[in-house]
């Protein structure tokens, strides 16, 4: 669990939030945001699905993870997100993947689906740095960079990072980024709540 600040950008707007963030390992994340002060929504990722809560807007979304797929043409599951957000392996190795170094780096080149996925990890602290998975038969790409590394029980957890998502629409390449910046990170086995309710008031989007 952790506090970080948040900034969301699409080609329509761009939004800063803070953030609470609370992971149940290979269960749910659930995140609470704040915009000036003021409660602004929650989001919870589960096994099945993600509902993203407005506060501001006064109404919610819900996506399953075969139609984030279709929509941007790239696997999405709990996994990937835990995975991505923890700053782990998006893909589990294989013996068949792939293994090269250059300079500091070694070069982790995956393979799943139509997508190739390059996972960029330093050879002295064997974290990752950075990761690219492109679609081979289009322009839709997700790029993930990670930094600032600090210990977080006995690892090293990325205080840093971004997350931009490329992908084709009818408006063209459209480009969506998420930057985070940890300022607490902590582990441990004591009990954490996930509070999650819609108002009726609420409309469905």
Do not use: C
């Amino acid at each position: 669990h952790g506090k970080a600040r948040m900034v969301l950008r699409d080609a329509n707007k761009e939004r800063e939030v803070k953030a609470t963030i609370r992971v149940r390992k290979d269960s749910v994340i659930w995140m609470n945001f704040t915009v000036l002060g003021v409660q602004g929504g929650k989001a919870l990722v589960n096994k099945d699905s993600i509902t993203i809560l407005s506060n501001v807007d006064k109404e919610y979304f819900v996506f399953d993870y075969k139609e984030l797929s279709r929509r941007f043409k790239i696997d999405i599951n709990y996994d990937i997100i835990q995975a991505a957000m923890l700053g782990n392996l998006i893909i589990p190795r294989k013996e068949s993947d792939d293994v090269k170094q250059e300079s500091s780096m070694f070069m982790l080149t995956q393979q799943t689906g139509d997508i190739n996925v390059v996972n960029f990890v330093n050879a002295a602290s064997q974290k990752i740095e950075k990761v690219e998975m492109k679609e081979g038969n289009s322009t839709n790409s997700l790029v993930v960079n990670y930094s600032n590394f600090q210990p977080v029980g006995n690892k090293l957890f990325p205080y840093n990072g971004t997350i931009s998502l490329f992908y084709k629409a009818v408006a063209g390449l459209l480009n969506t980024t998420i930057i985070f910046e940890y300022n607490k990170a902590e582990v441990g086995d004591r009990e954490l709540k996930f509070p999650f309710n819609i108002p009726k008031r609420y409309e469905r989007r």
